[in-house]
């Protein structure tokens, strides 16, 4: 056995303890730092769903741990007859529930990542045990990090749509993603990802499901709906500062290089046409068995052409880093590249580190170094689309009864 997998069976080995750590530390965070607690969003989804009995939810803002920023409830009103039932419950009590279900949920997002990789061979023990590893790390990845902090619903929202892909069941598959694009908009990207996969029935039934969300919305809470669906939908000047570096969309990256919102004028229509058909080739570039590679190519362009995706919209990176690690064109150096230039990004989290060079988020004008530099996860998507359309017509295809090639031998 090689140094390098001597090295990878010890660390499956401590996978368990390893994992143990890396959710007690989390823990830690949460219970002994001034701001551990403080879950903004999980707050402004929670009280602002009870200010539907009063019938003001588009009117509520929470402001106590954000003076500089009243937060507003941005979501279509089904996302606040979900929460409505939280709101009885203790906040407290729901915030740790809340650490506690999400770093399962990335446990789950992980394990799913596998079996779309791997198929049957990820239920072996040395997979399992890299799964562990996988979450222990995966937690401290800033769209996960930050996710934990603010109370968010991303990891829940990749793991719907996970789940959905490897489901065969068209009417299952498009029921979880109806449902959750119904929480939040931004998960009916992964309809693309049905019709790449020409799942007519699931494409249909999300649609169906989508529109089930809506007409119960207007049934049970007809004004505040029509208010979101008649004025506020596609305002994202409400959502928040566009061009704050937390915003990683290419609306947010070219509005910091351009100096001013860019809005969704020529130069954007322009950067999502080149992006889609630079996401058209190289899902095209892809074995026709790879479904992972295709839910990432859909996923990622959806974070570039949506007006806001806030630096915690991106938990689609842990994926991206399962596939780019142990997937079809692992040996591949320049893989090593794209996945090192991800690891940084989001192990040290770039856009983190950039905003304490913003005092105020709300002007756009940037000096020139700092623009630049938060365009990170705009490069990182542009790398990671032109490598997967070289990679895939460089690299001469497996024989279709074999997995593709792995990084690590497992350990049963």
Do not use: C
């Not at 061979?121 to 603010?150: C, F, I, K, N, S």
């Not at 479904?291 to 995706?309: D, E, H, K, N, Q």
């Not at 989290?349 to 170094?369: E, K, N, T």
């Not at 630049?372 to 705009?378: C, I, K, N, Q, S």
């Amino acid at each position: 056995m090689t140094g390098a997998r001597a090295a990878s069976a010890r660390l499956r080995r401590a996978a368990p303890a390893l994992l143990v750590v890396s959710v007690a530390a989390r823990l830690l965070w949460v219970f002994f730092l001034p701001n551990g607690r403080n879950f903004v969003d999980l707050r402004v989804y929670v009280d602002g769903s009870a200010a539907l009995v009063r019938g003001g939810l588009y009117e509520f803002t929470y402001s106590a741990l954000t003076p500089d920023f009243p937060l507003p409830f941005t979501y279509p009103p089904f996302a606040a007859l979900v929460f409505f039932p939280l709101h009885y419950l203790p906040f407290g009590f729901v915030g740790v529930v809340w650490q506690l279900l999400t770093m399962a949920a990335l446990y789950a997002i992980v394990r799913i990542t596998f079996d779309l990789l791997l198929g049957e061979r990820a239920a072996e023990p040395g997979w399992r045990h890299m799964a562990m590893v996988w979450t222990a790390v995966g937690l401290w990845t800033e769209p996960v990090r930050t996710t934990l902090d603010y109370g968010q619903v991303n990891v829940f929202l990749v793991l719907a749509v996970l789940v959905a892909a490897r489901s065969s069941k068209w009417w299952w598959s498009g029921l979880l993603v109806g449902f959750v694009a119904g929480i939040k908009l931004t998960p009916a990207v992964a309809g693309l990802y049905f019709v790449a996969r020409r799942r007519w029935a699931a494409t249909a039934m999300s649609a169906v499901a989508f529109g089930a969300t809506v007409a119960l919305s207007y049934l049970v809470i007809g004004d505040q709906a029509r208010q979101y669906f008649g004025h506020l939908l596609g305002d994202a000047s409400r959502i928040g500062p566009v061009g704050s570096v937390w915003n990683q969309s290419l609306r947010g990256a070219l509005s910091r290089i351009a100096g001013h919102d860019v809005g969704s004028g020529a130069l954007w229509v322009g950067a999502v046409a080149v992006t889609a058909a630079l996401a058209f080739v190289a899902w095209r570039s892809l074995a026709p068995d790879d479904r992972l590679g295709t839910l990432l190519v859909v996923s990622l362009f959806g974070l570039m052409a949506s007006p806001i995706s806030w630096s915690h919209h991106w938990v689609w990176v842990v994926p991206m880093l399962i596939w780019l690690v142990h997937g079809p064109y692992r040996q591949l150096a320049g893989t090593k590249l794209v996945t090192a230039y991800w690891a940084i990004d989001t192990l040290v989290g770039v856009p983190w580190i950039l905003a304490f060079f913003q005092q105020d988020q709300w002007p756009i004008s940037r000096p020139g170094v700092l623009a630049w530099l938060g365009a990170v996860d705009m490069v990182g998507v542009v790398l990671f689309f032109v490598w997967v359309s070289y990679a895939g017509r460089a690299v001469t295809a497996e024989p279709a009864d074999q997995s593709p090639a792995l990084a690590i031998d497992p350990v049963r």
